[in-house]
């Protein structure tokens, strides 16, 4: 799978890639790395049925048939793989800041089906960010987002607290991180309580409380820090892209860009990290759709894409 890993342009990855027929051996081998799964009863052998636009795989054990955007955040989509590939690749690519008006305008859908794609791509790595804690030594702080009031002892209504955490390898360099938006209720004006602290270790932290430390007062923080470098980027990327965010989505748009921080950060940058998190079956779609279902705007979540 090297030969995909690093495409350093989108004409590149686009000539790659020519046709619809020519993704699906890529697809195939990013769903089933190691060959063929039944999702039924992990069957290692199919029939393959040729006659849709994408091919069907039947079990040869139990009859299953299943496809190979089934349970990825592919199902359903009537966008091509082509334009699928090409804003997975925008996504990854930390040169760009991709928005939905943008990637409409470069793969040539509609703003509502943009908007769509990069949501569900958005999920893939929050659910990537889930299966994977923090470790080792770890240190963080108390953050904000948003429009503040002032005096800045009061948390303003738009205003986001998050905490920005971080592995510390043995020789002092982060190399994950993690940035979570914090209950309001775990928050005393800008004072992160304990037990905002404590649901944060106990959720995203593998770490004995010795070689944990996570601060609570915001006057504490250290700006010129590394870690604190890391989340001012997050918060120009946030503003230079997409003007802001509310605080609704915040999260997924946090959990992207810290998938990206992280792959820099462990050398592993890269289209096909990502497209692997998109086409895979790992519980993104269903995430997706629950959120989906939960939201306002329903048929919006549902109908693109």
Known sequence: MDVWTNFSSLAELMDQFPTEESCIPTLFALKWPHGFRCPNCCHASAYVIRTRRLPL???SACRHQTSLTAGTILEGSRTSLRKWFAAIWLVSNPKEGINAV????????????AWAMLHKI???TSCADAEERLEHRVHGFIAFNGPRLYPSVELGPREQPIIVAASLAPNGEEYQYKMKQVNRRHMSGKLLLPCGRDHFIEKYISAPDSMIS?????????QNSPLYTVFRRAQRWLCDTFRGVSGKYLQQYLDEFCYRENAIARQVAGWEPLAAICCADNGARRRYLSRAASSNNYSRYLAAA
């Not at 996570?214 to 250290?222: E, G, L, N, S």
């Open 122 to 124: 958005r999920t893939a």
């Open 102 to 113: 943008r990637l409409r305008s470069i793969i040539n859908v509609t703003y509502k089906t």
């Open 57 to 59: 795989y039947e079990c």
């Open 214 to 222: 996570i601060i609570r007062q915001r006057f504490r923080v250290k």
